[in-house]
T-cell receptor, first 113, second 113 residues
C-alpha cells in the first residue's frame, strides 16, 4: 500500500466556518507534510510533522491549525479563512524527515466563499 | 539557495511526437532529482527519480538523466500520447531531507490527437 488518502476531495466553506482536512497513510512513514498549491503554481510547504511532533511551520497564519493525532493521521483544521486561501491542499508522507522521496495524496480542493 | 528552472509552457505536441522538457538546477552538494506529474484535478505522482550523477530515471516511457556537468535533468519521451497531457514538475531534494525539496514552476504539456 503506497497510498496517501485525503478527505474530502472537495470542500466549500464560508469565511465563518470551521472545517478540517484529513490525511491518512499506512506505510509506516514517520514524516508527514501539508502543502498548499495555487493554480498554475508549484506546491508550497506549510507544515512538517516528524514522529507526531510539529517540526516546521513555514510562517503559516494561525487560521490554519495542524494536528497529528497518531503516526498514520494528519489533520488540518481551518477557521475564519479568507477567499485567497482557496487552493489545492496536498498531504505527503515520507519514511522520515531525512528521506529523499515522498508520496503525495490526491489533494483537497478548497473553495472559501 | 537551491533553485530549479523549468522551461515555460504550455508545450503543445501532436500524438506520437518526441517530448523534451528542460530542467536545470542550482544546488550545493549532491541533491536527488525528481520529476512529478500532476493530471488535471489531481495530486502529484512521482514519475521518476535519480539520486546521483549519471543515473538515469525511467518510468512509463519517460526518461531523464542526472547530468552534474550541465546541472540538468531534462525529461524525454519518444512518443507522447493524449493521456500524457498534464503538468510536469522538476524537483530537487538536497541532502538535508525532504522538507527542503524545491519544485520548479511546472510545465504544462498538451498532446493533441
Amino acid at each position: 500500500d503506497t497510498e496517501v488518502t485525503q478527505t474530502p476531495k472537495h470542500l466549500v466553506m464560508g469565511m465563518t466556518n470551521k472545517k478540517s482536512l484529513k490525511c491518512e497513510q499506512h506505510m509506516g512513514h514517520r514524516a508527514m507534510y501539508w502543502y498548499k498549491q495555487k493554480a498554475k503554481k508549484p506546491p508550497e510547504l506549510m507544515f512538517v510533522y516528524s514522529y507526531e511532533k510539529l517540526s516546521i511551520n513555514e510562517s503559516v497564519p494561525s487560521r490554519f491549525s495542524p494536528e497529528c493525532p497518531n503516526s498514520s493521521l494528519l489533520n488540518l483544521h481551518l477557521h475564519a479563512l479568507q477567499p485567497e486561501d482557496s487552493a489545492l491542499y496536498l498531504c505527503a508522507s515520507s519514511q522520515d524527515r531525512g528521506s529523499r522521496e515522498a508520496f503525495f495524496g490526491q489533494g483537497t480542493r478548497l473553495t472559501v466563499v | 539557495g537551491d533553485s530549479v528552472t523549468q522551461m515555460e509552457g504550455p508545450v503543445t505536441l501532436s500524438e506520437e511526437a518526441f517530448l523534451t522538457i528542460n530542467c536545470t538546477y542550482t544546488a550545493t552538494g549532491y541533491p536527488s532529482l525528481f520529476w512529478y506529474v500532476q493530471y488535471p484535478g489531481e495530486g502529484l505522482q512521482l514519475l521518476l527519480k535519480a539520486t546521483k550523477a549519471d543515473d538515469k530515471g525511467s518510468n512509463k516511457g519517460f526518461e531523464a538523466t542526472y547530468r552534474k556537468e550541465t546541472t540538468s535533468f531534462h525529461l524525454e519521451k519518444g512518443s507522447v500520447q493524449v493521456s500524457d497531457s498534464a503538468v510536469y514538475f522538476c524537483a530537487l531534494n538536497p541532502s538535508g531531507g525532504y522538507q527542503k525539496v524545491t519544485f520548479g514552476t511546472g510545465t504544462k504539456l498538451q498532446v493533441i490527437p
